[in-house]
Structures are given as structure tokens and as C-alpha cells.
């Protein structure tokens, strides 16, 4: 910004160009007052604005919810006649269908085709996560089935979509089926589209199958850590064997996939219970090794554990755990 007022002083009159830097660099950060200050700038000094200055904008807007102004920016490209193009219609629908103006997002949408552009991969996305969060199946459904007569052909992210909001109506048979179609269709799906079926099998008590899911990503897309944590979850919760969840607690955290706390305190619980103390120290001492405790660290807990304080092991544990592991939220 320095270096743009000393080319004012100096008599540089700074051009489209320039001013598109700036503005994107302004939206990116959240400056979005800045940025439609150097769009004043520009009509005041006549100099041209073009679809990459309202994009940048109108994007910048939406996704600081600011959606009636964006919607003033795009109806100002008309008045200038700047044409619109398929970024600018996707981030204003984007926009409004976050935004609970999903109706809006569809005329938007009809606009955008009678301007003589058709509708991608994100225009149609952008609808259909609506209507799976709103828990919309049949309209999700519909989408897709749009997409495909108007040779817009789904991709990972739209059945990933489709197949969250399944298992969220607590269809998860016909989630099933849908990953084994996009699989039949040469598609490699991502964790997006295995987590959402797997945590609704635990949920159900059908851990076999979970395990069996669990395994089968691993040939593909390799489980994330959002996986790792749904199955954790589901055995130490399900009532399956403890041996299997104490297993799969040593494979994640050897592989760096450090443990949930609450889900580790569930194992922890039941390995005292079976008198399996020997076997929670071993893992204890792994996942502080793997979380990087320090030395003060790892002997302060092992102290308690070494005299059979398990509460107070934990609790301390659970405190120097959430300083080196943030907890993160997840959801499907």
C-alpha cells in the first residue's frame, strides 16, 4: 500500500491492474471496506473496471456474509455494462444458498443460463449442500439427476455431498449402494464419502462392517483423521471388544493419528476394569511419545500410574493432551 501512494505522489496513475491486486489482497484478508474504497477510487478516476474487479468483490462479500451488497455489486456490472461471466454467478449463488436464499440461488441460476452460460460442477454443488444440510433428500436427488441431463457430470465432491446427506436421513443402505456406483464408475472416492457411512454403521452397533469400510479405504484414498476418530469412537463406545479398540488405538497413534480424549478415557476405563493396567500404561507412554510431551511431562503422569492414581494419571494427561492437541470439532 506504501508503494501504491508513493505512485500517486509521484504522478504514476495506477491502472485496472493495480487496483485488482490490491482489492484482492484486501478481500483475502477481510478488509472489505478497503476494498470498496479502491472501487470508488476508480470511478472517480475513470479508470475501468472489469469482471475480475467485481468477482473479486462480490466473492469477497459473500463469504463475509455481506450478501446484500454483493448483490449491488453484481447488478452494478449491468449498469456498466460489464459482462458477467461463471464465476460471477457461482460465488453469488454460493452466497445465497449459504445463506438460507436457496430459491433465490435457482432464478439465479435460470439467469445465468438465458445469459448464455451453463451451469458447472460448483453451480450445482452449491445447491445441493443446501439441501443436504437443510436434510432435503428428494431435492438433492433432483439435482443431481440435473446435472447429469445437462451433461454436467457429478464429481467426488457432489456424491460425497449426496451420500452425507443420506446417512444424515438415516439412509445409509442407499449410501452404501451410492459409493459402490461411484466406485463402479471409476471414481476413487475420497474419506469425505466413506466417514459419513462408517460413523452411521457404528451408530447402528454394526462394527464388522465399519472395520470392513475402515479397511477397504485404505487400498484408495487413505483414511484422514476424521476417519481415525469415527472408528476409535465406535469401538470404544460400541461394546465390541476391548482387545480391538485397544489394537486400533496403538495402529492410529503409531501412524501420528493422535487419539480423542474423550473416546480414549472410555478405553481407559474398561482396560481397569479387566484389570488390563500394564496394557494402559504401554499406551499411555505411546501416545505422550507420539504428542511430544516433554520429559517433565511424561514422568509427572507415569508417576501417578506407576502408584495406581489412574483419575489423577488422566486428568493430567487429558490437560497436557488438549494443549498439544487442540480439540477439533467434526461433523457430518
Do not use: W
Request: aromatic share 8%; with cysteine; charged share 25%.
Amino acid at each position: 500500500m506504501e508503494l501504491f501512494r508513493d505512485m500517486k505522489i509521484k504522478g504514476c496513475a495506477p491502472d485496472q491492474f493495480t487496483y485488482n491486486i490490491l482489492i484482492a489482497s484486501f478481500c483475502n484478508r477481510g478488509r472489505l471496506e478497503e476494498a470498496l474504497d479502491l472501487l470508488r477510487e476508480m470511478e472517480s478516476k475513470g479508470c475501468a473496471r472489469n469482471v475480475i474487479t467485481y468477482n473479486t468483490l462480490i466473492d469477497g462479500l459473500c463469504k463475509n456474509r455481506r450478501i446484500k451488497e454483493a448483490e449491488e455489486i453484481f447488478d452494478q456490472m449491468e449498469l456498466q455494462g460489464v459482462s458477467r461471466n461463471l464465476r460471477t454467478f457461482n460465488s453469488l449463488i454460493d452466497g445465497l444458498c449459504k445463506h438460507n436464499r436457496v430459491d433465490e440461488g435457482v432464478i439465479l441460476m435460470d439467469q445465468m443460463i438465458l445469459e448464455g452460460l451453463k451451469p458447472d460442477k460448483f453451480t450445482y454443488n452449491s445447491l445441493l449442500t443446501h439441501y443436504y444440510r437443510d436434510g432435503n433428500i428428494k431435492k438433492a436427488a433432483d439435482i443431481v439427476q440435473v446435472m447429469t441431463s445437462n451433461g454436467c457430470e457429478p464429481d467426488a465432491v457432489t456424491y460425497g455431498t449426496l451420500i452425507s446427506g443420506l446417512c444424515k436421513a438415516g439412509r445409509v443402505e442407499i449410501a452404501s449402494r451410492l459409493l459402490r456406483t461411484i466406485q463402479l464408475k471409476g471414481f476413487v472416492p475420497a474419506p469425505q464419502a466413506y466417514n459419513p457411512i462408517i460413523q452411521a454403521l457404528y451408530r447402528k452397533q454394526r462394527i464388522k462392517e465399519g472395520m470392513r469400510l475402515f479397511r477397504e479405504m485404505e487400498s484408495g484414498n487413505p483414511p484422514d483423521a476424521i476417519t481415525y476418530k469415527i472408528v476409535f469412537r465406535g469401538l470404544c463406545s460400541g461394546g465390541g471388544p476391548i482387545a480391538e479398540a485397544l489394537d486400533f488405538a496403538i495402529e492410529m497413534t503409531e501412524k501420528g493419528y493422535i487419539p480423542e480424549f474423550s473416546s480414549f478415557s472410555m478405553l481407559a476405563e474398561g482396560l481397569c476394569a479387566l484389570s488390563m493396567e500394564d496394557e494402559l500404561v504401554k499406551l499411555v507412554d505411546l501416545v505422550m511419545t507420539k504428542a511430544k510431551f516433554s520429559a517433565s511431562e511424561i514422568s509427572m503422569v507415569m508417576g501417578f500410574l506407576k502408584i495406581r492414581k489412574y483419575q489423577d494419571a488422566m486428568a493430567n494427561f487429558e490437560r497436557i493432551l488438549n494443549i498439544r492437541q487442540p480439540r477439533r470439532s467434526y461433523r457430518y
